[in-house]
Structure formats: structure tokens, C-alpha cells
């Protein structure tokens, strides 16, 4: 597609319960990551794929959160046993390869989150 | 550690006026600069970057920003604001040797432009 595509927009979930939260990147770009944006804060940085190379999990914040990317397309952000304070808007972002000279992240549109 | 602080939460203007919106940021070494827009229920948009050369540079929109190395700053500005403007601004840092996964970002400020 054109930009970069998250699903859902917005989840509502239990305490406890499991989430899925999905992104497509713009065909072509190489490099994933995933933000977390709480209320009135900036963005943390959660994790990172580029290419086939291990992935950059220094942002997670717990062992319940985890990532996956199937080469170069679709990524998976998966919460477990989720808490109130997962509650935010999780971003997806991509970028072109290095060599093509962009240097620019686009982001998507986001995943709402909220754990009652 | 690399730091950008954003001191105004809230910035309102009258359409017209000419705006400003302050980063100022900690890193080490030179800085690659950034400045994103986010509109309600969007994603960030890309505005404007520094990487080097004119301390001015030009983005999206109308919108640029001036880079001083004394006073660490990346101050956003507009010479004349549009209602459509009204969103909320996050300047961003990272090393310029580093990638963009070392990119930090502010805590967003919130520009209001009344009609």
C-alpha cells in the first residue's frame, strides 16, 4: 500500500487478557519499528527489525511483550497477560533501505490500546 | 544519554501570527534533527530534518526550522499560521553517526491556532 497500515485502530481488552496488534510496512522498506506513545509523553522506543538480522529488543519493556516480522513484510506485536499500564498508542513505523539516501521514518496510524 | 525537551505543552497562536514551537536536545556528537507532525487519529508526518550545511532549513507546509549549536535548539517555526496547523509537534534527535533506532523524541507540544 501506499503508507504504512496498523491494525486494529483501537482495542479495548481485560486485564490479563492477551493482544495481537499488527502492522504492514511500505513495500520495499527494509527496516520496522515499533513505538509506544502514552498520554502526554513522547515516543519509547520498543523494538527494531532491519532486513534478516536479528531484531533490536533493547526497548522492550518486559518479557510479556514481544515482536515478530516475517522478512520483510508484516510485523506482530504481541502483549501478554496485559496490565492498565499497557494502555497507550502503540506506532508502527518503516524506512527505505540506507542506500536509497532516505533517511525518514513513516509512521502509521497507530494502534490504540486500552486495558480496563 | 541523548535528550530532547520540548518546554511548552500547549502553544496557541491567532491565525496569521507568526509561530514558534522549542526543542532543545542533549546528544552526543553532531546532531541529525527532526521535526514530525502528528494530526488527530494520524501517524506522524515528516516536516523538516538537519543533518548539516544551512543552520535554516525548509520542510513541509511552510514550515521551517533554525538549528543553533550554541543553544542546542531546533525551534519550529511559521511566519504566518493556518488554522490547519493546529497538531501536535515532536522534535526528534539521534546521532548523527547512530541510526535511527537511537532516535529520541520529545514529549510533544500541542499548537492551537484560533480563528
Known amino acids: 500500500g501506499a503508507g504504512v497500515s496498523q491494525s486494529p485502530s483501537n482495542k479495548v481488552t481485560e486485564k490479563g487478557k492477551d493482544v495481537e496488534l499488527r502492522c504492514d510496512p511500505i513495500?520495499?522498506?527494509?527496516?520496522l519499528y515499533w513505538y509506544r506513545q502514552r498520554l502526554g509523553q513522547g515516543l519509547e522506543f520498543l523494538i527494531y527489525f532491519q532486513g534478516n538480522s536479528a531484531p533490536d529488543k533493547s526497548g522492550l519493556p518486559s518479557d510479556r511483550f514481544s515482536a515478530e516480522r516475517t522478512g520483510e513484510s508484516v510485523s506482530t506485536l504481541t502483549i501478554q497477560r496485559t496490565q492498565q499500564e499497557d494502555s497507550a498508542v502503540y506506532l508502527c513505523?518503516?524506512?527505505?533501505?540506507?542506500?536509497?539516501?532516505?533517511?525518514?521514518?513513516?509512521f502509521g496510524a497507530g494502534s490504540r490500546l486500552t486495558v480496563l | 544519554a541523548q535528550s530532547v525537551a520540548q518546554p511548552e505543552d500547549q502553544v496557541n497562536v491567532a491565525e496569521g501570527n507568526p509561530l514558534t514551537v522549542k526543542c532543545t536536545y542533549s546528544?552526543?556528537?553532531?546532531?541529525?534533527l527532526f521535526w514530525y507532525v502528528q494530526y488527530p487519529n494520524r501517524g506522524l508526518q515528516f516536516l523538516l530534518k538537519?543533518?548539516?550545511?544551512?543552520?535554516l532549513v525548509k520542510g513541509s507546509y511552510g514550515f521551517e526550522a533554525e538549528f543553533n549549536k550554541s543553544q542546542t535548539s531546533f525551534h519550529l517555526k511559521k511566519p504566518s499560521a493556518l488554522v490547519s496547523d493546529s497538531a501536535l509537534y515532536f522534535c526528534?534527535?539521534?546521532?548523527?553517526?547512530?541510526?535511527?533506532?537511537?532516535?529520541?523524541f520529545g514529549s510533544g507540544t500541542q499548537l492551537t491556532v484560533l480563528p
Open positions: 513505523a518503516s524506512r527505505a533501505p540506507r542506500e536509497s539516501g532516505a533517511n525518514v521514518l513513516t
Open positions: 513495500s520495499g522498506h527494509t527496516a
Open positions: 538537519y543533518i548539516t550545511g544551512d543552520n
Open positions: 526528534a534527535v539521534r546521532p548523527y553517526s547512530g541510526s535511527a533506532r537511537q532516535l529520541t
Open positions: 546528544v552526543s556528537g553532531n546532531p541529525y
